[in-house]
């Protein structure tokens, strides 16, 4: 029975190492305190290459976007996520707005679909980024849209979780709820600890590729 076990462990060990989408597919869950993924290259939709090492010093904000996905509709419909973009990026923070839908898959954007997206919204993201391999997603460990992220300006991990403590998909739930990004920016640029560092993210799931 032990050698039956040995090989079958054998077995699945070999079958692991040749299959490469095992690991490539899995995420990160960055952890709170963890340095984000600085190096990794990403495209936006206005065509440039760039990477979180671009923004040295400059507190981070990414967020999770499908355009098509309720939860997202909740915020943008009433300009709640357009407002935070405005308000922070006017006080000098980096905000990405990641669109890792593969292509072909609900929400998925092209550099054209991309800034149409923008200029219809009327958002005030940093950039909007084109994440359709979910290189960045996975690495961030992205769930759902939205999925917010913080990162300080020595680029580790501060913030991870839902935009707010109301997980309905209703517009109208906004108002009175407590905005866990917002909280979150203010104690950061204000010098002090986040004293809510990490929450449930909720939303549509991230539209990957596998």
């Known amino acids: 029975m032990k050698i039956k076990s040995n090989i079958k462990l054998a077995l699945l060990a070999a079958l692991f190492l040749t299959v490469p989408n ?3 597919n899995a995420r ?5 305190g963890a340095a984000a993924p600085q190096e990794l290259m990403f495209k936006t939709a206005a065509g440039k290459e760039t990477n979180l ?3 040295k010093g400059k507190i981070i904000v ?3 976007l499908n355009p098509e996905c309720p939860f997202v509709k909740k915020h943008y419909s009433v300009s709640n996520m357009q407002a935070l973009q405005k308000e922070y990026t006017d006080k000098g923070v980096i905000w990405l707005t990641v669109n890792s839908s ?9 550099e054209a679909s991309a800034m149409a997206f923008v200029k219809s919204s009327s ?3 940093t950039a909007v980024v084109l994440d359709s391999s979910g290189a960045l997603g996975k690495a961030f460990g992205a769930k759902t849209t939205p999925h917010m992220f ?3 300006g020595a680029g580790k991990l501060a913030y991870q979780g839902a935009i707010d403590d109301n997980d309905s ?3 109208a739930t906004i108002v009175g709820a407590k905005n866990y990004v917002k909280l979150a920016l203010d104690e950061m640029l204000a010098g002090k600890p986040v004293t809510i560092a990490q929450t449930e993210a909720y939303g549509c799931s991230v539209k990957y590729a596998s």
């Open 102 to 110: 593969a292509s072909g898959k609900q929400g998925s954007l092209d």
């Open 169 to 171: 998909a209703r517009s």
């Open 28 to 32: 990160a869950d960055l952890k709170i």
């Open 150 to 152: 913080v990162a300080d």
């Open 123 to 125: 958002s005030s993201q």
């Open 62 to 64: 990414l967020e999770w």
């Open 22 to 24: 095992l690991v490539s």
């Open 53 to 55: 090492a671009a923004f």
